[in-house]
């Protein structure tokens, strides 16, 4: 036998959190750990084999990348991204194909996939099967929803509000940014994700006397006309010694940048 292996992965910071809110069997907590915070779940030990979530997909990683080439028989083994899988191969005029020794497609969706078989094989697929240009009619009543991926495997009504609220949650990005195994995920084509920036609705310049704080804040509001822009916190002047004693102490001020 001439095998080959084509390996499906969902992005680190997608996958987590869906294991979190509907992971699909005992080896990744669905029945020990249902209902833990995100916090708490990264760092749970599962049960069976002694491993942290994030230890058990840098393995699965590995398996499904190394240890498939042991298996008898498999001559290869392609990585997919589910992100490259669900984008629409009408995004095709977006994309550039140029000549490289890199063997991996930059073609979007389905598309993309039968562009590195391909290139990688000696296979070739029936191009009137319907995937090589959705924009154009088929037999195939809705060639776009035909082809396009699956929703992730879960129910979405719990799954993607989760996902996109875990998207705007810089500790939980940069927890995963400073603890997964990116020499696995590597190998698949993930890389770090930016942290999400922070909401801001006002500006607090605090500064010594005499040090241009009014200058500052007038200045500021001429350039951000939709923020407010104080001098010190409300009932203070602007000065580093007369903060407010919870604010000195570290109490948060929502959705504040100080300057």
Known sequence: AHILVI???????????????????PNYGRSHHTGMEWKEYVQAVMPRN????????????RLAMIGAVEHDGV??????RYESL??????????????????????????GLMDQIQARTGLHPDETAGWKDERQPSKISHPSS?????????TGHICFPSIHRMKEDGAYIQYINDHVDWNAERMVGYQRRAAPKPPVDRIVVLGERHSGAEWLVDRL????????VL?????????????????????????????
Do not use: H
């Open 75 to 80: 001559k290869l083994v392609i990585p997919v």
């Open 221 to 228: 509001a001429r350039c951000f006309p939709d923020i407010k």
């Open 50 to 61: 002694d491993r942290n979530v994030l230890e058990m997909r840098a393995n699965d990683i």
């Open 7 to 25: 390996s499906v992965f969902i992005n680190p910071y997608d996958w987590v959190e869906l294991m979190r809110v509907d992971s699909s069997g």
């Open 231 to 259: 001098n010190g916190f409300p009932g203070r002047p602007g000065k580093f010694f007369q903060v407010p004693p919870e604010y000195a102490q570290g109490s948060p001020v929502p959705k504040t940048l100080v300057v």
């Open 146 to 154: 035909y082809w396009a991926a699956d929703p992730v495997g879960c």
């Open 86 to 111: 669900v984008e629409p191969y009408s995004n095709y005029d977006n994309y550039v194909k140029t000549e490289t020794l890199d063997e991996s497609s930059s073609l979007p969706g389905i598309v």
